[in-house]
C-alpha cells in the first residue's frame, strides 16, 4: 500500500512553493488590467478623450510660435479656407485692374521744362563734387551715386507721367577734348532732355537727364 503525506506536510508545500514562484496574471482577452490603487488626489475620473478633442488638440500644436507658452490662434484665423489638418489654404491674390484714361499727352503746363531741370542739375552737381579729387577705383560708385541723386532731384521738378532716365559721364580733368552724343526715339511735342557740366581741378562730369512722357 501506498503512504499518503500528511495534510500539514502537503499544505506547507503548497504555501512554499506559492512564495517562491512569480505570481502568473492571466488576463482574458477584451478585459482590462487591475489598476493600481488610487489615493485621495486621484480620486478624480480621468477626462474621456474624443475625435473631437483630437482634431483641436492638434490644431493648436499647429498654431504655437516657437518660444511661446500659451498656442497662438494660428493662422486659420488670417484666412477664410481651413484644411482639415488646421492649416491655412492661401488663395491667390488678384492683380488691380486699372481702366484706360485715354490720354495721348500731357496737361497743359504739366510738360517736360529742360531749363528748369538744368538748373537743378548744375546745382546739384557742384554741392556733390566740390573739390572732390577723380580715384580710378572710385570713379564706378561715384557715378553711380551721382546717377540716383541726380534722378532723386529731378523727379522734384518734373510733372507725374514722366519717365526718367540719367547719364553721368565722369573722368579725370587732364586738359583733353571730349565730344558727349545720343539719340533716341520719342515724341518732340511732349518729350525733353536737360543736362549739365561740371568741371574742376582734378575731373569733370557730364549729367543729361531724359523725360519721356509715358501713359
Known amino acids: 500500500m501506498a503512504e499518503q503525506p500528511v495534510p500539514e506536510i502537503a499544505l506547507l508545500a503548497q504555501v512554499l512553493a506559492s512564495t517562491e514562484a512569480p505570481a502568473l496574471r492571466s488576463t482574458r482577452r477584451g478585459s482590462q488590467p487591475t489598476a493600481p490603487a488610487r489615493g485621495p488626489e486621484d480620486s478624480k475620473p480621468a477626462p474621456l478623450l474624443s475625435r473631437r478633442n483630437s482634431i483641436l488638440s492638434r490644431r493648436?500644436?499647429?498654431?504655437?510660435?516657437?518660444?511661446?507658452?500659451?498656442?497662438?490662434?494660428?493662422?486659420w484665423m488670417l484666412h477664410r479656407r481651413v484644411s482639415f489638418s488646421g492649416l491655412p489654404i492661401f488663395q491667390p491674390i488678384l492683380k488691380t485692374r486699372l481702366e484706360n484714361t485715354y490720354r495721348i499727352g500731357p496737361d497743359k503746363g504739366c510738360r517736360f521744362d529742360a531749363g528748369r531741370v538744368q538748373r537743378v542739375l548744375e546745382g546739384t552737381l557742384a554741392c556733390a563734387l566740390g573739390t572732390t579729387v577723380y580715384s580710378a577705383q572710385g570713379s564706378a560708385p561715384l557715378a553711380l551715386s551721382l546717377t540716383e541723386l541726380l534722378q532723386n532731384q529731378a523727379k522734384e521738378v518734373v510733372p507725374p507721367r514722366y519717365k526718367l532716365v540719367c547719364h553721368v559721364v565722369l573722368g579725370q580733368q587732364g586738359q583733353q577734348s571730349l565730344l558727349v552724343a545720343s539719340r533716341g526715339l520719342w515724341d518732340?511735342?511732349?518729350?525733353?532732355?536737360?543736362?549739365?557740366?561740371?568741371?574742376?581741378?582734378?575731373?569733370?562730369?557730364?549729367?543729361?537727364?531724359?523725360?519721356?512722357?509715358?501713359?
Not at 504655437?64 to 498656442?71: E, H, I, T
Not at 532732355?193 to 512722357?213: D, E, I, P, R
Open 60 to 75: 493648436s500644436y499647429f498654431g504655437m510660435v516657437p518660444g511661446s507658452r500659451r498656442p497662438s490662434i494660428g493662422p
Open 188 to 215: 518732340p511735342e511732349t518729350d525733353s532732355f536737360a543736362s549739365a557740366t561740371f568741371s574742376n581741378a582734378s575731373l569733370f562730369a557730364v549729367a543729361t537727364v531724359y523725360g519721356v512722357y509715358f501713359e
